[in-house]
């Protein structure tokens, strides 16, 4: 059985789906709608850049997505290869809103629309540089909340991504987070400061829930064809209530992807299938079981290995 993950923040590379767009008409009209709603040449970004004007988390959410979605219409279109026989589809924070669109919860127009207020609203909920993230590699998850917890008197971090076994991403404050990786050397643990300018998914973006929280209350979201695995609860619902809950708390909350891809292990998923820019979920999942079957959807040949297996 197979799932479906769709990536987030972090796998945008300047020409994506570039491949895709050059030869079928329909990528170009995703493209352009998604320019007419935003009312911005978001294509002319994603497909030439520059870099800095992608990174920007206002594009970066719908253009992720907006790959995303032409290339899971890619394989319905081209291939025989059935998605709706797809168990669970999976996203990583903003790529969950990918799985519902995908999942006929959401249309594109609100997807779009969505992913817009809520780039901007994260990418102000903390004046630039005040915040900001950081990756530590090869430590349990216990080890970092153990750091957290003994200095909290000193220093305010947040764990924001459990993302595989030894990957933890840890926000906070430009200042606390100096202080948090001070003790990290103490131990001689590896990490890396992330190139955001934004702590996400930690109560310092407050201000971002309070935004969102009314525009997806106001959104009509249907039930999903495919159970969604949820990033705040690391299980599946297709409750469109009890989503609509979940997406407005996981601004806050830290996304649960170790376990989420445990959980649908135990749930018998032996494939997953990853549909958007970059490897990143695949790799986060061979640190955490290298007996399942990955296939990572980028260009033509992807779909060609996918309908051959």
């Not at 495919?226 to 996981?250: F, R």
């Not at 749930?267 to 299938?273: M, V």
Request: include cysteine; charged fraction near 25%.
């Amino acid at each position: 059985m197979f799932s479906l993950l769709f990536p987030g923040q972090g796998s945008q590379i300047v020409g994506m789906a570039k491949d895709f767009y050059s030869n079928l008409d329909y990528v170009k009209e995703y493209f352009s709608e998604a320019d007419d709603i935003l009312k911005k040449k978001l294509s002319k970004i994603i497909l030439d850049g520059p870099k800095e004007e992608l990174e920007k988390t206002e594009n970066t959410q719908p253009s992720i997505f907006l790959v995303s979605y032409s290339i899971f219409n890619v394989i319905k279109k081209e291939t025989d290869f059935n998605l709706s026989r797809a168990q669970y589809y999976a996203g990583h924070s903003l790529g969950e809103y990918s799985a519902l669109c995908c999942a006929e919860a959401l249309t594109f127009e609100q997807t779009i629309n969505l992913l817009k207020h809520r780039g901007i609203a994260m990418q102000n909920a903390v004046p630039n540089g005040d915040g900001g993230m950081v990756a530590i590699l090869g430590v349990d998850i216990n080890e970092i909340n153990e750091i957290i917890k003994n200095n909290k008197n000193e220093f305010t971090c947040y764990i924001a991504n459990d993302n595989s076994i030894g990957q933890i991403v840890v926000s906070g404050k430009i200042e606390s987070l100096e202080l948090f990786c001070l003790e990290l050397k103490k131990k001689n643990f590896k990490y890396i400061k992330l190139p955001v300018s934004s702590p996400f998914h930690c109560p310092l973006m407050n201000s971002a829930t309070n935004e969102m929280k009314q525009r997806i209350k106001d959104t009509d979201f249907k039930e999903p064809k495919v159970s969604i695995m949820s990033n705040v609860t690391a299980s599946p619902t297709n409750n469109s209530d009890e989503i609509k809950k979940l997406l407005v708390d996981q601004i806050e909350k830290p996304v649960r992807w170790r376990e989420s891809v445990i959980n649908m292990i135990k749930l018998d998923i032996n494939h997953f299938i990853e549909i958007g820019p970059g490897k990143v979920l695949s790799g986060l999942i061979k640190r955490i079981n290298r007996n399942v079957k990955l296939n990572q959807i980028n260009t033509f040949d992807d779909i060609k290995n996918l309908t051959n297996d």
